[in-house]
């Protein structure tokens, strides 16, 4: 059985270093080179075994979603990452199981040129802590607080399938195989928004990616911002595998399910022309589903839905 050292080698320490890795893995510590004129973005994200991901989910599965969330964190900077850190806490050295997690890692880093500059490994219960870094021009990054009052709010991609997948999963919903596929996929890979994000970061006044429930979210945008939004839950995009199951419970599903990765931002309407233009142009999937309205406390679904929950939390 290989040992800690050997197996970081084999797995962890990648070939092709981009020039800003001064030094990676195999040292104390890690030296990187800075860009100029740029600012730091970084980010922390841990997913335990069956807390964040089910206990069977595959090695593959789980080293992709553990870089797509921390990617997604980046994107609603609008940050370009640049390099992560992996802090690994295993049960056993199974090699298989190592094998397909390094590539589900690679994979989807080679996807979004971020390079692995180090880590740490340890034994214990399943867990994996990524931390990522990026970087955004100087005083330009997203921020969840500077939505005003007026701006239109979009969103990305469809809501609601990834909590459909987990609902499959927990066998608590039933969908035809091929419907079911897909929203189990999304559960699994979700795919991060950062291409989206490098067209966006000019025009929006604000951005948060979804991942505790589109509500949720915005809520966060509202708190920060000091605002309230109407929401035209008619425009909510739904997917094909959502459309065909009950409207109210589909809608249940988008505005509060976890673990879209989706991005929301908002937008000074006179932007919107631009943004369209864009959109049109490169098949942008993203869609007008309310505005910021300094008048209103909170958030109004409009036309109304009932919910039975606000989005996922821990600790409650
Ligand atoms: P130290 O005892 O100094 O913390 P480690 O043995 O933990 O050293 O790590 C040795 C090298 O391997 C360091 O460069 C560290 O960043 C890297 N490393 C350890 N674990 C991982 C991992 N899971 N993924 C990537 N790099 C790792
Ligand atoms: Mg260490």
Request: aromatic share 6%.
């Amino acid at each position: 059985m290989a040992d800690e050292f050997s197996l970081i080698k084999k797995y962890f320490t990648w070939e092709k270093s981009p020039i800003s890795v001064e030094l990676g893995v195999g040292d104390d510590a890690a030296i990187l080179n800075t860009p100029n004129k740029k600012q730091l973005v970084t980010s922390v994200d841990t997913l335990i075994s069956g807390v964040h991901f089910p206990k069977e989910t595959d090695a593959h599965a789980i080293a992709h979603k553990a870089l797509a969330v921390n990617l997604s964190d980046l994107a609603a900077m609008g940050a370009d990452p640049a390099w992560f850190t992996l802090s690994l806490t295993l049960p056993s050295i199974d090699e298989d199981w190592l094998s397909d997690f390094s590539n589900g890692l690679k994979t989807l880093a080679e996807q979004h040129n971020i390079f692995l500059i180090g880590g740490d490994t340890s034994q214990g219960v399943l867990s994996i802590t990524i931390q990522v870094m990026g970087f955004v021009d100087t005083g330009k990054a997203l921020l969840r607080s500077k939505a005003n009052h007026g701006d239109k709010i979009y969103v990305t991609g469809t809501l609601g399938d990834a909590a459909a997948g987990l609902s499959i999963l927990q066998n608590n919903l039933h969908l035809e195989p091929e419907d079911a596929a897909e929203c189990v996929s999304q559960l699994e890979y979700p795919q991060p928004r950062n291409a989206i994000s490098r067209l966006i970061r000019g025009f929006a006044s604000s951005c948060i990616d979804i991942s505790d429930g589109m509500m949720a979210d915005l809520q966060h945008i509202l708190d920060t911002s000091n605002t309230g939004a109407i929401i035209n839950t008619n425009n909510i995009p739904l997917s094909a595998a959502l459309q065909k199951i009950d409207t109210s419970k589909a809608l249940e599903l988008a505005l509060t399910g976890g673990d879209d990765y989706e991005l929301l931002f908002t937008l000074k309407p006179i932007k919107e022309h631009q943004l369209m233009a864009i959109a049109e142009k490169r098949n942008l999937p993203i869609t007008c589903i309310g505005t910021i309205d300094d008048g209103i406390e909170g958030i109004k679904l409009d036309p109304t839905v009932k919910l039975s929950q606000a989005g996922f939390q821990h600790f409650t």
